[in-house]
């Protein structure tokens, strides 16, 4: 969990770089914390990103939806979340076979009702390659946590 300090700090950051860049939309800035508690830009992106995938399942109003209405000129919706808590794991190319075997996604899905998963069509499996995400909506941070552990442990990872 972010510090009060990292959080105003960030937000000061963002605010900057769209008053430089007059951006209109979304943007995600995307941060790396620092051993020594600064922070680091990692990735600038004006457009839906994987950082906000998770509002599709936890928001009123999702990312893209946000999008749309930001460049339409249409009123903004309800960014707010209608969840307690939300977890979200990318889903690399190491959970598929070499042979192109995917995880056993209706045992997971069966396990975890709240869970929702987010293929992205991609055939070819490279190394550390984004195939999807996983999104998980639970009660509290903790819960999230815990299936996250188990959901991990349950996909295999090829070398």
């Known amino acids: 969990m972010a510090s009060l300090l ?3 700090l960030g937000a000061s950051v963002l605010t900057g770089v769209t008053n ?7 943007l995600c800035v995307e941060f790396f914390e620092m051993e020594d508690g600064n922070l680091l830009v990692n990735e600038l992106a004006p457009r839906p990103h994987n950082s906000g995938h998770f509002t599709i399942e936890a928001c009123h109003v999702s990312q893209y939806q946000q999008q749309v209405n930001a460049l339409t000129g ?3 919706g309800n960014a707010e979340m209608h969840v307690k808590a939300v977890g979200l794991m990318n889903l690399l190319s190491n959970r598929w076979s070499k042979k192109g075997d995917s995880p056993n996604w209706q045992e997971l ?5 709240r869970l929702s998963v987010h293929l992205y069509g991609k055939k070819e499996l490279r190394p550390n390659r984004k195939m999807g995400h996983i999104t998980l909506t639970k009660k509290d941070t903790a819960m999230v946590e815990s299936a996250f552990d188990e959901i991990n442990a349950m996909l295999t990872t090829y070398d």
Request: proline share 11%; hydrophobic share 55%.
């Open 74 to 76: 249409m009123p903004l």
């Open 6 to 8: 990292l959080v105003v």
């Open 109 to 113: 899905l069966s396990r975890y009702p």
């Open 20 to 26: 430089v860049t007059g951006v209109l939309g979304i």
